[in-house]
Each structure stands twice: as structure tokens, then as C-alpha cells.
């Protein structure tokens, strides 16, 4: 693992040391107040042996603006490129080979002052670990817009990569598993109208030929696949309308027959079919997999770029 402390105003000691467990203090500022956040992305393996992440700047960027956000230090770029370099050329045999598979990279900080009151922590702690990582769902998923609980509001954390924000979406999922559901898509804080995300994935739906997804208003996370997705499909002319789409306007293209296909996109799941999406009661089929051209077509662009077989024409793909 890659370790490196903030104290004194700097960054300090960034080093590789054995995966091991770290001793905490039980007044471990990030534990009580939550001064935590992290990063997802992977590694994958070229047919030559190199080791290249995905868009691993654009997970900085946004590891930087959940830092801020929650009055940590940012992260200056040396220090997690050097990290990263380090690290994966390491463990660059733990790159598993196999289709759809990689080495996921978990990045995080999190507030290490010994204190008991509320106050931003003047040291942190800034480690990366990571594991093997297979394909991460296998089927189309049926998927249920939350009526009672909501994520983020806007001038919330909802754009940040939060910790707490997991841990409160833990109970909604949770009761939405236990309904039969296999992922909760989340509403707007404010009216709980318009569509958000859906666990660790920014929505998509097909409707008419065109692409939709909610536009990025601070109440969602930034994704770096929903953004290569737009890329893509922009490159194949399909129009793409980042926007609010609310709940009932997918229900009208639903019942029209306008609505085709339902997807979810992150770094996880890179792309994960929905079956259905349910609302109040009622169940509304979506195309299933196997006739899903625009999804399927998309997923697979990504993937060869991902995985060497298509050129990399935006430059996504980053040799260590
Ligand atoms: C809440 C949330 N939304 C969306 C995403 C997708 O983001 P990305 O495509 O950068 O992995 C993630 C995963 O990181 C997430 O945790």
C-alpha cells in the first residue's frame, strides 16, 4: 500500500509499506466527524506486459474538489502519480488478464487528529490499496426510484466522493434488496421528482434514439465513465441530452413505447443493463439485454479501448 501523511501543513513521507493493518487512535478525528473520502479507479494490463489506469487525472480533479469541500488538504499531483506509479508497478502481476476484469485502486484520506471536538483535523493520512477485481454485476439489474429516502441537496455532498454519503445510502438500498431490488435509483433531495444516480452509477436511458442522463448540477457525482460514455456516443452522432428528467416523464416514455433501454455507468460496473425500473408500485419493463443496440454498442467502445483493442483516440488510457 502507498501511505503518506499531511502534518504541519505538508505532505509528508509518501512511501510503499507492506498491506498490513494501520493502528488508529480511538479519537480518530475522521471516525467521529467523518473528514473521509475516497476514489475508485483501475489498472489494466497491456498484451505487453505495461500496466495503463483509466483517466486516473480526472480521478485527482474530483478527489481534490471532495477535499475541499470537506476542509481536507488537496492533493498535489506528484504525489499521486508517484504513488500510483510506484504502487502498480508493484503489484502489476495482481493485474487479473481475464475479459472485464482489472486491478481496482482505492485511493483515500481520511483525518487522523487525536481529538474529540468538532473541528477540521490538522493532520490526514493519504493511502492507496488495491485488489483483483472481477466483473462487477453479471445480470441486468431491476432498479427502484426512492420515494421516502433522498442522497444529496443542492450546496449538500452530493458531487463529493464522501464516505458518509455511502454509509447513508446504506438503509435505502438495503430495504430496496429486501423488496426484491437489486439497486435504488436515487431522486432529488428537493421535490424528489427528477433523477439523480443509482448506487455507484450515473443513470442513462434511451428514449426515442436519443441518449439521456441527468445533467451534473452538484448533487451527483461527477462520473468518468458517464462522461466517456457521452464521448462515445457523440462520436457514433447519437445526440445526447444531459438535462432534469424527472421520474413521470420517464414513465410517459415508458408507457409510449418511447423508452427503450436503461443503464447505469461507473468504474465498478462500467456499464450495467437495467431490466426495469419500478416507481410507486408499478414495473416498467426495459428492453432486455440482448436487444439493447445503443448500450451494448457504447459498453463495448469503452471496454475495447479499455482493454487495447480499439485506438484510444481521447487519450483516456495513462501508461505508468
Ligand atoms: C455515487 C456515485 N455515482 C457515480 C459513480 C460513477 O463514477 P465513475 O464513473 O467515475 O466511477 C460512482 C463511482 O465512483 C459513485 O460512487
Not at 438495503?174 to 439497486?183: E, I, M, P, T
Request: one cysteine or more.
Amino acid at each position: 500500500m502507498f501511505v503518506a501523511e499531511y502534518e504541519g501543513g505538508q505532505w509528508i513521507n509518501p512511501r510503499i509499506e507492506p498491506y498490513a493493518p494501520i493502528e488508529i487512535s480511538p479519537a480518530l478525528s475522521a471516525i467521529h466527524y467523518g473528514q473521509s473520502l475516497f476514489e475508485g479507479m483501475k489498472a489494466h494490463k497491456h498484451p505487453d506486459g505495461s500496466a495503463y489506469m483509466f483517466r486516473p487525472l480526472d480521478n485527482l480533479h474530483r478527489l481534490n474538489l471532495s477535499a475541499e469541500r470537506l476542509c481536507m488538504p488537496t492533493l498535489p499531483k506528484e504525489i499521486f502519480i508517484e504513488g500510483l506509479q510506484t504502487l502498480i508497478n508493484l503489484d502489476k502481476e495482481w493485474i487479473p488478464t481475464h475479459a472485464g476484469s482489472a486491478l481496482y485502486v482505492r485511493p483515500f484520506m481520511f483525518a487522523t487528529d487525536d481529538c474529540i471536538g468538532v473541528r477540521p483535523s490538522d493532520n490526514y493520512k493519504f493511502m492507496v490499496i488495491c485488489c483483483p477485481a472481477n466483473p462487477f454485476y453479471s445480470k441486468a439489474l431491476r432498479v427502484v426510484a426512492e420515494e421516502h429516502y433522498v442522497r444529496a441537496v443542492e450546496g449538500g455532498v452530493g458531487f463529493a466522493k464522501a464516505a458518509g454519503n455511502y454509509g447513508a445510502s446504506m438503509l435505502p438500498t438495503k430495504l430496496a434488496h429486501d423488496r426484491g431490488y437489486d439497486q435504488i435509483i436515487w431522486l432529488d433531495g428537493r421535490e424528489q421528482k427528477y433523477l439523480e444516480e443509482s448506487g455507484t452509477m450515473n443513470l442513462f436511458f434511451v428514449a426515442g434514439g436519443k441518449l439521456y442522463t441527468p445533467k451534473l448540477d452538484g448533487t451527483i457525482l461527477d462520473g468518468y465513465t458517464r462522461a466517456s460514455i457521452i464521448q462515445l456516443a457523440k462520436d457514433k452522432n447519437i445526440e445526447v441530452v444531459e438535462g432534469r428528467i424527472s421520474i413521470d416523464e420517464l414513465i410517459r416514455w415508458a408507457q409510449s413505447g418511447t423508452l427503450t433501454e436503461g443503464f447505469g455507468t461507473g468504474t465498478a460496473a462500467t456499464v450495467a443493463h437495467f431490466s426495469s425500473f419500478s416507481y410507486k408500485g408499478t414495473e416498467y419493463q426495459l428492453l432486455p439485454i440482448d436487444q439493447c443496440e445503443v448500450s451494448t454498442m457504447l459498453a463495448k467502445d469503452l471496454n475495447d479501448i479499455k482493454s487495447f483493442k480499439a485506438e484510444d483516440k481521447h487519450g483516456w488510457m495513462w501508461k505508468i
